[in-house]
T-cell receptor
Framework: AQKITQTQPGMFVQEKEAVTLDCTYD???????LFWYKQPSSGEMIFLIY??????QNATEGRYSLNFQKARKSANLVISASQLGDSAMYFC?????????????FGKGTRLSVIA | EPEVTQTPSHQVTQMGQEVILRCVPI?????FYWYRQILGQKVEFLVS????????KSEIFDDQFSVERPDGSNFTLKIRSTKLEDSAMYFC???????????FGPGTRLTVL
C-alpha cells in the first residue's frame, strides 16, 4: 500500500525567506509520481509541481522546487522568497503505479504561515 | 485557461436525502476523479472514471454512491441517502492522460443536517 507522511503540521516563515516542507513516501512500485498541491483558505486545490520516479533532475516551477531523494524516499517542497500569499495548507501526494487511472494518495498536509 | 468547474459550491441537505454534485471537467481530458475532504482532514480518493466506466473505487465508495457522465461534458456524483458523516468538501478532478497532473475543481461543500 502507498503512504505519504508529512510530519510538520504547521510551519512559520518570514516573508522573503525560503522554506522546506517535508514529505516522505512509501511504495514498493518502481514507477510512481509525486505531486504537491496548495490549498488556500478558500478551499480549492492548486497543483504546484510534479516529479516522476524516473526523472533524473529535480523538478522546478518558478519559486517552487522539489528536493527528490529517491534512496531516502523523500520529496520535500522548497519555496523560495516566500510571499504572504503563500500562506496555505500544502499537501504532498503520490500516485503508484504512475499509470492508468491510479488515484492520488495524499498526506495530512502542512499549514504554512508567512509572517511579514 | 481551462478549468474544472463544480456546482453547487455549497449544498445543505437533510439526512436521508439524495444529492447530486456536478462537475464539468476540462474539455479534452479523459480521466475523471472524485475525492472528498472531511473538515480539517486529508483528501481521500473516492472513485476514478474512464471511458464511461468506473476504473477504481475506494472502500468509502459504497452502494450509496454512484457516478455518471450523462452527456459527454458533465460528470456527476450521486449520494442516494446521505448520512451525517457524508458532510465534507467534495472535489472533482480531471487529467488529460495518465502521466499528467490532476486538475481539481473548486469543490462542493456538502453539509448534512
Amino acid at each position: 500500500a502507498q503512504k505519504i507522511t508529512q510530519t510538520q503540521p504547521g510551519m512559520f516563515v518570514q516573508e522573503k525567506e525560503a522554506v522546506t516542507l517535508d514529505c516522505t513516501y512509501d511504495t514498493s512500485d518502481p514507477s510512481y509520481g509525486l505531486f504537491w498541491y496548495k490549498q488556500p483558505s478558500s478551499g480549492e486545490m492548486i497543483f504546484l509541481i510534479y516529479q516522476g520516479s524516473y526523472d533524473q533532475q529535480n523538478a522546478t516551477e518558478g519559486r517552487y522546487s522539489l528536493n527528490f531523494q529517491k534512496a531516502r524516499k523523500s520529496a520535500n517542497l522548497v519555496i523560495s522568497a516566500s510571499q504572504l500569499g503563500d500562506s496555505a495548507m500544502y499537501f504532498c501526494a503520490m500516485r503508484a503505479p504512475n499509470s492508468g487511472n491510479t488515484p492520488l494518495v495524499f498526506g495530512k498536509g502542512t499549514r504554512l504561515s508567512v509572517i511579514a | 485557461e481551462p478549468e474544472v468547474t463544480q456546482t453547487p459550491s455549497h449544498q445543505v441537505t437533510q439526512m436521508g436525502q439524495e444529492v447530486i454534485l456536478r462537475c464539468v471537467p476540462i474539455s479534452n481530458h479523459l480521466y475523471f476523479y472524485w475525492y472528498r475532504q472531511i473538515l480539517g482532514q486529508k483528501v481521500e480518493f473516492l472513485v476514478s472514471f474512464y471511458n464511461n466506466e468506473i476504473s477504481e473505487k475506494s472502500e468509502i465508495f459504497d452502494d450509496q454512491f454512484s457516478v455518471e457522465r450523462p452527456d459527454g461534458s458533465n460528470f456527476t456524483l450521486k449520494i442516494r441517502s446521505t448520512k451525517l458523516e457524508d458532510s465534507a468538501m467534495y472535489f472533482c478532478a480531471s487529467s488529460d492522460w495518465a502521466y499528467n497532473e490532476q486538475f481539481f475543481g473548486p469543490g462542493t461543500r456538502l453539509t448534512v443536517l
